[in-house]
């Protein structure tokens, strides 16, 4: 079983950056991928990035990249999403999910963390 917990959500201006973070606990991360996913009221949950552990392979929507960046401290078992330039239609609460790398679907989520950007 896999735990996931994020963090570094807030409230903050556009313009501004964030940094959230996944911990991850219960198995190594290193057989997964991991990803950040975010969900705004009235809308379907958006993929947002991903990570393959092992080889640090990330994948971006289209809305989000060369602003958003996504890291891993192995030494820590935790990902990271650093958000700059945030806009206003970045809020939303983002969560964290995890899947063993030859599946598809996302198996293992964490709680989410709330992040609102305002104008």
């Known amino acids: 079983q896999v735990q996931l917990v994020e963090s570094g959500g807030g409230l903050v201006q556009a313009g501004d950056s964030l940094r959230l973070s996944c911990v991850v606990s219960?198995?190594?991360?290193?057989?997964?991928?991991m990803g950040w996913f975010r969900r705004t009221p009235g809308k379907e949950r958006e993929f947002v990035a991903s990570?393959?552990?092992?080889?640090?392979?990330?994948f971006y929507v289209t809305s989000v990249k060369g602003r958003f960046t996504l890291s891993r401290d192995n030494a820590k078992n935790t990902m990271y999403l650093q958000m700059n330039s945030l806009k206003p239609e970045d809020t939303a609460v983002y969560y964290c999910?995890?899947?063993?790398?030859?599946?598809?679907?996302?198996?293992?989520w964490g709680q989410g963390t709330q992040v609102t950007v305002s104008s």
């Open positions: 999910a995890a899947r063993p790398v030859l599946t598809s679907e996302y198996r293992y």
């Open positions: 990570i393959i552990w092992s080889g640090g392979t990330t």
């Open positions: 219960g198995r190594t991360p290193s057989s997964y991928a």
